[in-house]
């Protein structure tokens, strides 16, 4: 089997300028609209993300800029509960987790060396249904009683009792179920089904298997958050109880199943990101991965316990002392996986021959800081201690730590580390390096302050706040500012890379590992039409 | 790519060539979604969109479905590996969405229900008892069918009787399973006639399940006063049994479209993805009934 393989290989070399004339790349229309190819779908998921990621961000600094000052200055606070609820659906259905699949769809076929993804139609509805989902939660704005200002949990009743936005909250949440669940099952199929001769589970690179084991948690959670919203909107309109007590329901079923989904879908947002860090350190410590295997095991101990944890969100909703030890124990020992993956990424560095180019300096970043925004975790998972923390800005700083400095600045680093394979041509590399700072201290400003508002009892969502809370407020809100002028930089950096600079060589950084580094900078529109063979 | 020869895809994985169908199916759920948003808000154009997405819905997957059975002898057996896998995962999906109602179903009859009970400052008098209908809720009367003076207050209701109408639609979806396996022994053993005739018979068993419930329905509408408004009790028993319902359909209809497609024969003893694909799915709503019945209807 693999004999003829490198025969194929062989001839496919010999071929190579006749494929050339084979690689015509559709245009316009036919290219963005039609495709059926994983770089292009790729590229259109990472847009969309990052256009997200603006939007998002504008409603963070309005929400912001409301909470420089006690009183309220710029916005009602009626808007200012539909900014938190939309920045929040937004940044998690519209930004983190589409920017995770379009660096799966560029990259998991050329790490397992397939020619596309296993079902490339597919592939493409899953991302044309997102800007239809977002178009309709965005003019949920313009119905009577604007977006939807409940908070993004949606939680009953509060949800059962708002107006039309919730229902387009709902049907929007349905269609972007429908594209999770088909691009996770196209990612599962690619990676069970289309891996290159040789490359057997256990040598599949760690983004890959981070994406596999993710892509596994959304097919499992995303039906669950379809089943609870349903139930919402048959409350609503068709006279069933399920969050009713006059009916024999209960509102705390809402948030049970809500959490079902809502605690997988933290790690939906964190495990690709931790793939992205596998592949980055490597490559600049100039030593192989620390523990591959106990990378694997850990990653799928993750999303197993992910599973049996998810009313850690909802201690103080009045559940059985059992249910409360249960869920506090079960959740502290996600720690456990976490710091092996932690431990490995550093002794991956310990004594490599290490240098710090942009994508290096974002994975120390988001090692160093996803690390703090798990120690916050474990503080919340103490039943007792998170009667205090609980929907506080204590939780506010720590999901954004595990978010923002977790997975957002993965992807960053996974930009710099990628985008001279997509695109042929080297990054400054001092403007990335001036992004990285920017980013990493402007978000500091933002959010470490918010830990000690929390700890001293500022609730979250809440358009208004006592005077003494007035400064780390405004820390917080400079910080914000100055972090979301600072991605302009980052959007710069990829414009003006895209259309020139130093030409990429195939390699791209220093002996990198994978099958991506083995096609040209740019990647060919067509890669791996015959496939590679990996020893 | 799609221009090359039925011998390259015998060594090639067949990657299909550009198609708009992904996008204006996308325009139509976008009609469909709003459209329903707009519907139970009260809004006349609601339906009019729902309407137009529908039939577009329905033409793009005809027209969709049309280019891949066009296609599929080019598709080498990499490529039927990836549909039989993705299917298997999408059922997986189904069997989640099923978990979330019957977990629903769990908590708000052992956990829900008797803590309403326990608080007798809240809901001073209320039992807990299954089924409920909750502390104000019509009232649980008999088990079968009511006396007319019984359905004439119209707090009251009464429950399907399981061994009835549910007990026949057991042994019929799982006499259509056996039948499904029959035609489908017949298939790889190349005997048309044979998968034909137990498939056909599959489909109309489908189609006589779906004829009881719905009649099972009326008779809860109409004679027992049990509604999708009869507190938790009828919440759970139409949602599981309407979704249940609802797949039960699609299962049949596609089932319906395999028949047609093994009148024209298009299947080999090797070469039937679909007709496996529709034979899990349609095993899988007779486990999901098989739970319902054990689950919504006896206990």
Redesign the interface.
């Known amino acids: 089997m693999s004999d003829t393989a490198v025969a194929h290989g062989h001839d496919h070399a010999h071929d190579h300028d006749h494929d050339h004339d084979h690689d015509h790349k559709p245009t316009g229309f036919r290219r963005w609209f039609m495709s059926t190819n994983h770089k292009d779908i790729g590229t259109l998921y990472l847009i969309f993300s990052l256009t997200m990621l603006f939007l998002g961000g504008a409603m963070a600094l309005v929400i912001r800029a409301e909470l420089f000052q006690p009183g309220l200055q710029f916005v009602d606070p009626h808007f200012f509960n539909q900014m938190t609820t939309m920045h929040a659906l937004i940044m998690v259905f519209g930004a983190v987790m589409p920017g995770f699949v379009g660096f799966a769809n560029w990259m998991v076929p050329l790490m397992v060396g397939a020619p596309d993804m296993a079902l490339p139609r597919m592939n493409n509805w899953s991302f044309w249904i997102l800007p239809f989902a977002f178009s309709i939660l965005l003019l949920s704005f313009f119905v009577p009683g604007g977006a939807p200002a409940a908070g993004w949990t949606l939680y009953a009743p509060l949800t059962v009792q708002g107006g039309m936005s919730v229902d387009m909250a709902i049907v929007a949440i349905h269609m972007m179920g429908i594209s999770s669940i088909m691009g996770a099952i196209n990612i599962i199929v690619t990676t069970l089904n289309m891996r290159a001769p040789g490359m057997t589970l256990m040598k599949m690179p760690m983004f890959v298997w981070t994406w596999l084991i993710t892509a596994f948690l959304l097919i499992a959670v995303m039906p669950v958050f379809a089943g609870a919203v349903t139930m919402l909107l048959t409350d609503r309109h068709f006279g069933t109880a399920f969050f009713n007590p006059a009916g024999g329901g209960d509102p705390v079923l809402f948030q049970h199943i809500f959490w079902f989904f809502g605690h997988p879908e933290v790690y939906i947002m964190i495990l690709p990101a931790f793939g992205i860090i596998s592949q980055i350190i490597p490559t600049f410590a100039r030593k192989p991965l620390f523990g591959y295997s106990s990378m694997v095991f850990a990653t799928a101990a993750i999303a197993f316990l992910s599973f049996i944890v998810w009313a850690h969100h909802m201690f103080t909703v009045g559940m059985p002392l059992q249910g409360e030890l249960f869920f506090m124990y079960a959740t502290m020992l996600i720690s456990v996986p976490t710091g092996v993956k932690v431990f490995n990424w550093v002794t991956t560095m310990w004594r490599g021959s290490m240098t710090f180019e942009t994508p290096m300096l974002y994975a120390i970043g988001v090692v160093f800081l996803f690390t703090m925004g798990g120690l916050s975790g474990l503080m919340l998972a103490i039943t007792p201690a998170d009667f205090q923390y609980h929907d506080t800005y204590f939780v506010v700083a720590h999901f954004h730590y595990v978010l923002f400095s977790g997975a957002v600045m993965a992807m960053m680093g996974g930009t710099f580390y990628w985008l001279p394979k997509w695109c042929g041509h080297m990054y400054n590399e001092t403007l990335g390096k001036w992004h990285f700072w920017l980013t990493t201290i402007f978000f500091n400003i933002t959010f470490f302050p918010q830990h000690f508002l929390g700890l001293a009892g500022m609730p979250r969502r809440y358009a208004d706040y006592p005077i003494q809370f007035t400064e780390f407020n405004q820390w917080s809100t400079v910080g914000a500012f100055g972090l979301g002028i600072s991605q302009l930089l980052f959007v710069y950096i990829i414009v003006s890379t895209v259309r020139g600079g130093k030409k990429a060589t195939t390699e791209v950084w220093d002996n990198p590992e994978g099958l991506e580094w083995t096609v040209p900078s740019p990647a060919p529109f067509h890669t791996f039409d015959e496939p590679p063979v990996v020893k | 790519?799609a221009s090359h020869s039925p011998e390259h895809y015998k060594?090639?994985?067949y990657?299909?060539?550009?198609?708009?169908?992904?996008?204006v199916?996308?325009?139509a759920?976008?009609f469909i979604?709003?459209g329903?948003?707009?519907l139970?808000?009260g809004y006349a154009i609601g339906p009019k969109m729902m309407t137009i997405g529908g039939i577009g819905l329905a033409s793009l997957l005809f027209i969709?479905f049309r280019r891949v059975i066009a296609e599929s002898p080019d598709y080498n057996m990499?490529v039927d590996?990836?549909?039989r896998?993705?299917m298997a995962?999408?059922i997986?999906?189904?069997v989640?969405?099923f978990?979330?109602?019957f977990?629903?179903l769990y908590?708000?009859r052992n956990?829900?229900?008797p803590?309403?009970a326990e608080t007798e400052l809240?809901?001073p008098g209320f039992e807990a008892m299954w089924p409920?209908?909750?502390?104000?809720?019509a009232q649980i009367v008999t088990n079968g069918v009511p006396s007319a003076t019984e359905i004439s207050e119209a707090t009251k209701y009464g429950l399907i009787d399981p061994l009835h109408l549910p007990l026949y639609n057991t042994l019929i979806l799982l006499t259509s399973s056996v039948t499904l396996t029959i035609s489908h022994h017949a298939l790889r053993a190349s005997n048309r006639a044979q998968t034909i005739i137990w498939l056909a018979i599959t489909v109309a068993l489908g189609v006589w399940f779906l004829a009881l419930q719905v009649t099972e329905y009326i008779e809860a509408y109409q004679q027992l006063g049990l509604?999708?408004?009869t507190?938790?009790?009828?919440?759970?028993f139409?949602?599981l049994t309407g979704f249940h319902g609802f797949h039960v359909t699609l299962g049949a209809f596609i089932l319906f479209i395999v028949l047609l497609r093994c009148m024209k024969g298009h299947f080999t003893p090797e070469r039937h993805f679909v007709f496996e694909a529709g034979a899990w799915y349609w095993h899988f709503v007779d486990v999901v009934w098989v739970g319902l019945f054990i689950f919504v209807y006896i206990l």
């Open positions: 790519m060594t090639h994985y990657v299909p060539d550009s198609s708009v169908y992904p996008f199916s996308s325009i759920l976008f979604a709003l329903g948003a707009s139970v808000n969709w990499d590996k990836s549909f896998m993705g995962w999408f997986f999906s189904e989640m969405f978990a979330a109602f977990g629903a908590y708000l956990l829900a229900v803590w309403l809240l809901w409920s209908s909750g502390p104000l809720g509604t999708l408004g507190g938790v009790y009828g919440s759970t139409f949602m």
